[in-house]
T-cell receptor
Framework: QVQLQESGPGLVRPSQTLSLTCTVS??????????WSWIRQYPGKGLEWIGY???????YYNPSLKSRVTISVDKSQDQFSLRLNSVTAADTAVYYC?????????????WGQGTLITVSS | QSALTQPASVSGSPGQSITISCTGT?????????VSWYQQHPGKAPKLIIY???NRPSGVSNRFSGSKSGNTASLTISGLQAEDEADYYC??????????FGGGTTLTVL
């Protein structure tokens, strides 16, 4: 069973860049073709898909975030990462990394525990 | 892209059945079979309970079922149990090659 674990700073200052890493264990990112995704959840409920990456490096992003987001993969470390530029308080959320069910990017059955990111000065 | 529309809350008594709706457009729910449902208990990550409109992952109770008609998908939980009390989210693939979630529905078991 693959496991995913997010890591990040917890607190980010406004206008700075948020950087998160998801470490995958129990399976290799490069060995099986899945989409690896970032999804966030605002305080109070709503989920928002941020984007995902394929082992080849292909990416798709939420259009509302596309200008500020970069998702990258490091297959040698079995990690993928999120960078979100120019953050504001509106980016405060729990950030999850997740893996899709069968390599088509339509649904996610493996999730990390999530990490709370607060944007505040 | 706009979030899919779900009722904010639903409730039911143990043993009853409830249905949660998820309304989108012809560009998402109405366009594909790629509608999923997630269950989330407080402080936990979402758990996939339905994918491709009506398929259950291994280990998910058959009390959970999904369907779709036009631009609206539905999740039905039969034989309601106390452990079903949670938030439920739908999601759909879109014609813009993105994913969109619903706003979430809180299920209360009375």
């Amino acid at each position: 069973q693959v496991q995913l674990q997010e890591s990040g700073p917890g607190l980010v200052r406004p206008s700075q860049t948020l950087s998160l890493t998801c470490t995958v264990s129990g399976g290799s990112i490069g060995s099986v073709p899945y989409w690896w995704s970032w999804i966030r959840q605002y305080p109070g409920k709503g989920l928002e898909w941020i984007g995902y990456i394929y082992p080849s490096g292909s990416t798709y992003y939420n259009p509302s975030l596309k200008s500020r987001v970069t998702i990258s993969v490091d297959k040698s470390q079995d990690q993928f990462s999120l960078r979100l530029n120019s953050v504001t308080a509106a980016d405060t959320a729990v950030y999850y990394c997740a893996r899709d069910v069968r390599g088509d990017g339509y649904s996610f059955d493996q999730w990390g525990q999530g990490t709370l990111i607060t944007v505040s000065s | 892209q706009s979030a899919l529309t779900q009722p904010a809350s639903v409730s039911g008594s143990p043993g009853q059945s409830i249905t949660i709706s998820c309304t989108g457009t012809s560009n998402d729910v109405g366009a594909y079979i790629y509608v999923s449902w997630y269950q989330q208990h407080p402080g936990k990550a979402p758990k996939l309970i339905i994918y491709d409109v009506s398929n259950r992952p291994s280990g998910v109770s058959n009390r959970f079922s999904g369907s779709k008609s036009g631009n609206t998908a539905s999740l039905t939980i039969s034989g309601l149990q106390a452990e079903d009390e949670a938030d439920y989210y739908c999601s759909s693939y879109t014609t813009a090659t993105t994913l969109v979630f619903g706003g979430g529905t809180t299920l209360t078991v009375l």
